[in-house]
């Protein structure tokens, strides 16, 4: 399949009716939206176009509102928001599979002091040492500058008692301004290849959140539906697998390796070396959410 380079998004914005958008990398670098994103999104709404926005953000959808708020990004741009971590807090309050169904009510928690609203669930009865815990919840690192090393001790000893782990987001790395970041899903890899960790993954590029979206949409036809993001394992891969477009944002979180800055596209070369062992190819490679 032959990957169309444009270089806005108004070049395809008659062929979609619905919109699905990737946040971190895609409509912010977690300080600031990115030149000209909430602009782009704000057009298509004039043009009649539904926008959902779909993060791997490992908290409640009312945080996400908080966080975009934060940075500058107004609600009147988007319909509606889904997000890894609200599916998890469902999946654990739930517990409607049998994966989730043995979890017990205490709950070992990795991640930061903000994402401790994710405790707050009908089904944890406390938060509880590994020692003690009947599972463990994974949304990221306790400090933005951790690296992988610093878990591996707890995921050692929860993997001494066999804990089952919830990963309340799969991205494996994020870009914070120009400061790259682990994120859940880097320890909760560690924990399922290393340790031999038995770990449910919430979030892309996971068909649950997939369905939920189009569910929501109201069963639009998937010719008529494009994500757009900058992760190929997750926004990019998860629209291969739920039949949709998709458009790839070189200059997100592969934007070094492509050897592109924000608003710049690769070569041909570069995107079909980059994509050689990608899991699924986009449509259309953007060089950013501009209109």
């Known amino acids: 399949?032959?990957?169309?380079?444009?270089?806005?998004?108004?070049?395809?914005?008659?062929?979609?009716?619905?919109l699905i958008v990737d946040l971190w990398g895609t409509l912010h670098n977690g300080i600031h939206p990115l030149p000209g994103s909430v602009e782009c999104l704000a057009a298509f709404k004039d043009a009649g176009t539904g926008?959902?926005?779909?993060?791997?953000?490992?908290?409640?959808?009312?945080?996400?509102?908080?966080?975009l708020d934060g940075i500058g990004v107004p609600d009147t741009?988007?319909?509606?928001?889904?997000?890894?971590?609200?599916?998890?807090?469902?999946?654990i309050r739930d517990r409607a599979d049998p994966w989730h169904a043995r979890l017990g009510s205490k709950a070992a928690f990795i991640g930061p002091d903000r994402h401790r609203p994710m405790l707050?669930?009908?089904?944890?009865?406390?938060?509880?040492?590994?020692?003690e815990a009947d599972f463990?919840?994974?949304?990221?690192?306790?400090?933005?500058?951790?690296?992988?090393?610093?878990?591996?001790?707890?995921?050692?000893?929860?993997?001494?008692?066999?804990?089952?782990?919830v990963c309340t987001n799969p991205d494996r790395e994020v870009l914070r301004g120009d400061q790259r970041e682990i994120c859940a899903?880097?320890?909760?890899?560690?924990?399922?290849?290393?340790?031999?960790?038995?770990?449910?993954?919430?979030g892309k590029p996971y068909?649950?959140?997939?369905?939920?979206?189009?569910?929501?949409?109201?069963q639009p036809p998937k010719e008529r539906v494009l994500m757009i993001g900058d992760g190929l394992g997750t926004d990019i891969a998860g629209a291969a697998?739920?039949?949709?477009?998709?458009?790839?944002?070189?200059?997100?979180?592969?934007?070094?390796?492509?050897?592109?800055?924000?608003?710049?596209?690769?070569?041909?070369?570069?995107?079909?070396?980059?994509l050689a062992d990608a899991p699924a190819r986009p449509t259309f490679a953007v060089p950013g959410l501009i209109w």
């Open 136 to 165: 463990v919840i994974c949304t990221g690192p306790r400090e933005a500058g951790d690296s992988l090393d610093d878990y591996l001790p707890e995921l050692v000893r929860a993997a001494e008692r066999n804990l089952p782990m």
């Open 51 to 67: 926008v959902v926005l779909l993060s791997n953000a490992p908290f409640r959808v009312s945080g996400v509102r908080k966080v």
């Open 185 to 202: 899903g880097a320890i909760a890899e560690s924990y399922e290849t290393r340790f031999g960790g038995d770990v449910a993954w919430h």
């Open 1 to 18: 399949m032959t990957i169309e380079l444009i270089p806005n998004l108004s070049a395809v914005s008659d062929r979609y009716d619905h």
């Open 120 to 131: 707050d669930n009908p089904a944890i009865e406390a938060e509880a040492e590994i020692e």
């Open 241 to 274: 697998g739920a039949g949709i477009d998709s458009a790839f944002v070189v200059s997100g979180i592969a934007g070094e390796r492509l050897g592109v800055s924000y608003g710049a596209l690769p070569s041909a070369a570069a995107l079909e070396a980059l």
């Open 207 to 218: 068909q649950p959140v997939f369905d939920a979206v189009l569910a929501a949409l109201g």
């Open 77 to 91: 741009i988007y319909d509606d928001i889904f997000c890894s971590g609200e599916v998890a807090w469902h999946a």
